[in-house]
């Protein structure tokens, strides 16, 4: 449910030496995508943000009205938006590491707390994490502590969580655990295949819970705040001891009617649009409530019938009417709120709001980025009447774009400064990269994700209150899917993949032309890529025959050092109806650069099983299996291998933490 030969294909930044890598392919479809993290050193010379022509509302009126005009034109005998809809399947591209800063040359190696993440400094939540001499993990319902100092692992407290506690995942600040998760106590998506029928199986909208747990005493960890905030988790970051979560509202809670047997859709419509023009403001701006921190262990996260998931209730406004900002143009009818707290003192927030939606946050150390595609679900089949049995028709969408939001990042001031628009669909954050003050984007052309025309790498920079495209450079993997990206400083290099895995190097040292030094075709392609120093770069997908056809899971490196010619120096294969885990989730794979050692988890479909595979790398690119070991069964995504200050590597699994010594 998630989301290259010889030629240099899209997706992932990395950040010092210029380059672009980009990879596309169709693999499989998802209706969903997940996304992952990456290490990077802050960029330098970033300049200060222009904000010129972007100001906050000047009374809750006139935030209101902006809300209904905006909305206003999409209102229908649905409400906001149209009929239940089946979606196109979407095929979506693996999420790939990015570091920003680091050049071609450079090995990167897992943030502070063990994750492999996107950016140097900017950690990210995962389920697992360590200070190197702790490990604290969520297994189910529980927030476990272990002690990883000794010989052996040994667990030291095991916390219960909210029951309704969804997904949770963990920061770790000091000596505190950040835990986030969403309330699962209602329908989070389409149900029945994709085809929505009823109104009662369309997604509502969702809350974030955010748990602070202090960690003082590991053996007694203890919730210390506890908060609920309205809307979904689009992101969350860590940079140092502050804590910026991303949460997005897109529906109002107006209880919009829909036709049926005695309203038609004309007059459905008409009251939908005098229940909008009576809105009041509260029926738009998010809220938060905050619980009694010591009544939450173990408890649901349940609501009344009248409390909207939205809604917390016994909540208040969770930010002022003064503090939503608006672009000059309208962007959406939304609320992105950005929350921004330091982990000794959550109570303490900062919020800032933009009237605008979003579903795809990429952040560097001072810019924070927030997109939004259109369209992107490939053919929608519209309901006529399907309750009536008549036929459905088919709409083909536009051309897709997506929307872009800039922020600037200072301790704990979040400052919106710029919008603008880049053509194409972003496939994940893996696909975006800050760069001496510029956002790279790599992005899949056409109509649909499903059968994109070509793919593109483009040029933002800020101008005003506009991003503003500077440079574009296209005709990337002609009618080829993005797989991964990598971005180093002024390079980036992007693999696609239809029926052999093209491979592009993009130079992007002169961001107003950006052009591609070379390209690589060969059979399969690889939908992870990390770079592991010495101008290596490892691969980890699928070999593929010359008809597209994915046959066994391959890692492979590649030698980037001739940019114009890059090659393919070595693979190794590792069976049929297998997957290595980073292609959905990059926090599955580990480097250690010093032992230039290689861990990744791969899923065996065909056995039902997850194993941990161990390669060393040579000097000369060459991989050398070390060892392949079971440790799940089919939950490979879970599985974390966390390394330690003593050279050791942690191993999370099956809800327990061993001990690998290499």
């Known amino acids: 449910m998630r989301r290259t030969t010889a030629v240099l294909g899209a997706g992932l930044s990395v950040g010092a ?22 290490l990077v050193a802050p960029p330098l010379g970033t300049p200060p943000a222009a904000a010129a022509g972007l100001r906050p509302f000047e009374g809750c009126e006139e935030l209101r009205r902006w809300y209904v005009d905006e909305a206003m034109p999409h209102v229908g005998p649905w409400g906001l938006g149209g009929p239940p809809v089946v979606y196109g399947m979407r095929t979506a591209a693996g999420a790939v590491e990015a570091d920003s800063a680091a050049g071609v040359s ?24 360590t200070d190197g001499s702790l490990v604290v993990h969520v297994d189910g319902p529980f ?10 692992a040994r667990e030291l407290s095991r916390l219960p969580l909210p029951r309704a506690l969804g997904a949770p995942e963990l920061l770790l600040v000091g000596d505190r655990a950040v835990v986030l998760g969403q309330p699962s106590g209602y329908l989070a998506g389409p149900g029945g295949g994709g085809l929505m029928l009823d109104r009662s199986i369309l997604p509502e909208p969702s809350s974030t819970r955010a748990l602070v747990v202090d960690l003082g005493d590991p053996t007694a960890p203890a919730v210390v705040h506890d908060a609920t905030y309205g809307g979904g988790l689009v992101s969350a970051r860590q940079y140092g001891d502050v804590v910026r979560l991303v ?14 047997r005695v309203r038609t859709e004309r007059e459905a419509t008409r009251e939908n649009r005098r229940l ?4 009041t403001v509260d029926d738009w701006l998010p809220r938060v409530s905050t619980g009694d921190p010591g009544a939450v262990t173990g408890q649901p996260v349940g609501r009344s019938t009248e409390q909207r998931p939205d809604r917390p209730a016994a909540g208040e406004r969770l930010m002022g009417c003064d503090a939503v900002e608006h672009p000059e143009a309208g962007a959406g009818f939304g609320t992105v709120s950005v929350v921004t707290f330091r982990a000794d003192d959550p109570a303490a927030r900062r919020t800032t709001g933009v009237t605008a939606s979003g579903e795809t946050v990429y952040s560097s150390a001072d810019r924070l980025y927030l997109a939004t595609t259109d369209q992107g679900w490939g053919w929608w089949v519209v309901r006529d009447s399907l309750v009536a049995g008549e036929p459905a028709r088919v709409r083909r969408p536009p051309a897709l774009s997506t929307r872009v939001h800039a922020f600037e990042l200072d301790g704990l001031s979040t ?9 194409g669909l972003v496939v994940d954050r893996w696909s975006m990269s800050e760069h001496d003050g510029n956002l790279r984007v790599a992005t899949a052309l056409g109509r649909d994700s499903w059968t994109p025309r070509e793919n593109a790498v483009t040029v933002l920079a800020e101008r005003g209150s506009r991003l503003a495209e500077v440079g574009r450079v296209d005709g990337l993997g002609v009618d080829e899917q993005i797989q991964s990206v990598r971005w180093f400083g002024d390079l980036a290099v992007v693999v696609t ?20 030094l070379g390209a690589l075709k060969i059979p399969g392609f690889s939908s992870y890529l990390h770079p592991v120093g010495d101008g290596l770069l490892l691969g980890l997908g699928q070999h593929a025959n010359r008809q597209g056809v994915s046959r066994f899971a391959q890692a492979a490196v590649f030698d980037l050092r001739d940019l114009a010619r890059p090659d393919r120096v070595d693979t190794e294969a590792f069976g049929e109806d297998a997957e290595f885990t980073a292609a959905w989730d990059p926090r599955g794979f580990t480097y250690l650069p010093e032992r230039r050692t290689v861990l990744a988890t791969l899923q065996d479909y065909r056995h039902g099983r997850s194993r941990l595979v161990v390669m060393g790398l040579g000097e000369d690119g060459t991989l050398a299996p070390r060892s392949s070991t079971v440790v799940a069964g089919w939950d490979a995504l879970s599985v974390r291998t966390l390394p330690l200050d003593d050279g050791r590597v942690a191993v999370v699994a099956r809800g327990e933490v061993d001990l690998l010594t290499l």
């Open 17 to 38: 030496l210029g380059v672009a890598l980009v990879t596309t392919g169709v693999v499989g479809a998802s209706l969903a995508v997940l996304v992952a993290p990456v």
């Open 106 to 129: 450079d090995a990167v190696g897992s943030g502070a707390t063990g994750t492999n993440v996107q950016e140097a400094g900017v950690d990210e939540p995962d389920l697992a994490k």
């Open 143 to 152: 927030l476990v502590v272990t002690d990883v100092s000794g010989e052996k």
């Open 247 to 260: 949460v997005s509202r897109t529906t109002p809670a107006i209880d919009f009617v829909y036709p049926d």
């Open 276 to 279: 909008l023009r009576e809105s």
């Open 415 to 423: 400052r919106y400064v710029a919008s603008g628009r880049v053509r």
């Open 497 to 516: 993949f239809r029926r052999t895995d093209p491979l592009y190097a993009v130079d992007l040292a002169d961001p107003e032309a950006p052009r591609v």
